[in-house]
């Protein structure tokens, strides 16, 4: 007779065999860990125990004498970290029991004995169906349901109002009532009205249900469900068992059988009869995965024999000439889902596939319109999106070279891959080639990244215009303006001379002036 947790951790308990078990031993509950006002098995002030609401059993024998080993539970305050770790108190003292601590035997200073410990899924999460308050004192927990005592209801036991014996407290209102209302039952041991599950209607416990949602859920053994469990099948709100051999049906005659029993046959693809042959004089093959007779393999079946329907061996797929092969032929795929074994079709565009969507194949038809492969998808030349080009030798969408600083390209028959459009920060010359700049003659136009000639006065230049020069050809001169300047044959006469190609001005002081000899000039005409 060891004594020990309990399976949820709450509580001490002892292993007894009797004859109502079958001679299995089973754990009765001795002590509470979660009760306050449990008392001790004799050594709670030599183990540090601490009884009460947030304290669990664990497997312990630590104290400061040495314990008998069938005393192998004590109660200690735990906390359950989210990184799946648990902390236990020992009085003034924790241990940390880590992760991968389970099992582990931990030691104390001062105390003889162990500490085991728990596994943190079972410990923290499986044990923790307490009752609310711990049933206030007033009832004792099961499954995580207070069963009050007489005289007392509520959730926590805590509610002493309801005196009749025909009341029960209703949460919603925070008053008794005589019958509990909609989705809600009477708890026979809380007095208290308390929600249905999945029910509309319920009684006795959350589970058992007298109705359902209409037009939504059905019933079946007072369980309501989406749709009918199998073996059973839809009679008006209700599911009915079907009846044998049937093991799917679609009412209770043996003739509407949708599947049968281990071993036996459906004598239609659809609904029938079950029996161990095939008789029908339509449905002579034997569907040997599905166990229905059949007129022909279908599928993902191919006929072995002079009559059966089989899977093809592991590792091969049944192909559009319904043979089994480790390989699929163009536009198919090996479809393996739930061990189908069967070549699928791809999606038109697609020469080769992984699945059947149109997004997913791996190449393209040559002979197709949309026969460029680009992120899995088929497209048409044009289609191919900025930044690649249609290249036809490998029928796909190819990035732009990077080298080449195209932000978009085209293949051209006879110069190959050739740019667009220059990538942000190169411009295109008049080679096609896109550089950090242009040539002397040209400036760099920003709108659409090229290289555009000056205007014909200029030999460099700005923009396009005539008064953007910043340079001139022999024999003109450059008057210099807030876009660039002017290329002339002469300077003006009043405010400016000649100097090598450009036109300089006078001091302000100068109607006209010549150059000087040293970095400036010299008035001819002063300004009046």
């Known amino acids: ?175 008794c009532v005589t019958s509990c209302p909609s989705s809600t039952y009477s708890n026979a041991y809380s007095f208290t009205c308390m929600p249905c599950y999945n029910c509309s209607q319920c009684v006795g416990e959350p589970t058992v249900c007298t109705s359902c949602v209409g037009g939504v859920q059905v019933m079946y053994n007072s369980v309501c469900y989406d749709v009918c469990p199998p073996r059973t099948y839809l009679n008006g709100s209700n599911c009915t068992d079907c009846i044998a051999p049937c093991f799917n049906c679609t009412s209770n005659t043996a003739s509407t059988c949708t599947s049968c029993t281990t071993g036996l046959y459906l004598s239609a693809p659809s609904i029938g009869t079950c029996a161990a042959t095939c008789t029908n004089s339509t449905f002579q093959m034997y569907d040997s995965v599905n166990f229905k007779c059949v007129s022909s393999c279908t599928d993902n079946l191919v006929q072995t024999g002079t009559n059966t ?137 920003k709108g659409n990244n090229s290289c555009v000639g000056c205007n014909s006065a200029c030999t460099t230049c700005t923009s396009g215009t005539n008064t953007s020069c910043t340079g001139c050809s022999a024999g003109k001169y450059l008057l210099t303006n807030t876009t660039g300047g002017y290329c002339m044959t002469s300077c003006p006469t009043l405010g400016y001379y000649n100097d090598s190609s450009q036109c300089i001005p006078c001091y302000s002081s100068c109607k006209t002036c010549l150059a000087g000899l040293i970095s400036s000039n010299i008035c001819t005409l002063l300004r009046l």
């Not at 009832?139 to 109002?161: H, M, P, Q, W």
């Not at 791996?362 to 460029?372: I, L, V």
């Not at 006879?414 to 740019?419: E, R």
Request: net charge neutral; glycine share 8%; with cysteine.
């Open 309 to 445: 329907c089989q899977k093809c061996p592991s590792g091969q797929y049944k192909n559009n000439s319904n043979l089994c092969n480790e390989t699929c032929p163009s536009g198919y795929y090996p479809d393996n889902t739930n061990d189908r074994r069967f070549c699928g079709l791809c999606d038109s565009n697609c020469q080769t596939c992984i699945d059947v969507y149109a997004q997913n194949c791996t190449a393209c038809w040559s002979n197709a319109t949309n026969k460029y492969l680009y992120l899995g998808q088929c497209v048409f030349n044009t289609s191919c999106p900025i930044g690649t080009y249609a290249n036809e030798p490998g029928l796909t969408c190819q990035s732009c070279p990077i080298s080449m600083n195209c932000s978009s390209c085209v293949n051209s028959s006879t110069l190959g891959v050739i740019c667009t459009q220059c990538a942000y920060g190169y411009y295109m010359n008049t080679s096609g080639f896109c550089d950090l700049g242009c040539a002397s003659n040209q400036y760099p136009n």
């Open 1 to 175: 007779m060891v004594k020990s947790c309990t399976s949820q951790s709450f509580s001490k308990g002892v292993c007894q065999v009797n004859p109502y078990s079958d001679k299995c031993g089973i754990w009765i509950s001795t002590l509470h860990c979660v009760d306050p006002n449990a008392l001790d098995d004799g050594f709670k002030t030599q183990s540090q125990e601490t009884y009460g609401t947030t304290s669990f059993c664990v497997t312990s024998t630590l104290a400061s004498i040495g314990l008998d080993t069938n005393l192998q539970s004590r109660c200690y305050p735990y906390v359950c970290y989210d990184n799946n770790a648990i902390k236990f108190t020992i009085g003034s003292n924790n241990i940390l029991c880590s992760p991968t601590d389970g099992g582990t035997n931990k030691t104390l200073s001062g105390f003889a004995g162990t500490l085991t410990c728990p596994d943190y899924q079972s410990f923290c999460w499986m044990s923790r169906k307490t009752c609310p308050n711990w049933c206030s004192q007033n009832g004792f927990c099961t499954r995580g349901v207070c069963n009050c005592l007489a005289g007392y209801s509520g959730e926590d036991c805590s509610k002493t109002i309801c005196t009749t014996s025909t009341q029960k407290y209703n949460p919603g209102t925070t008053a």
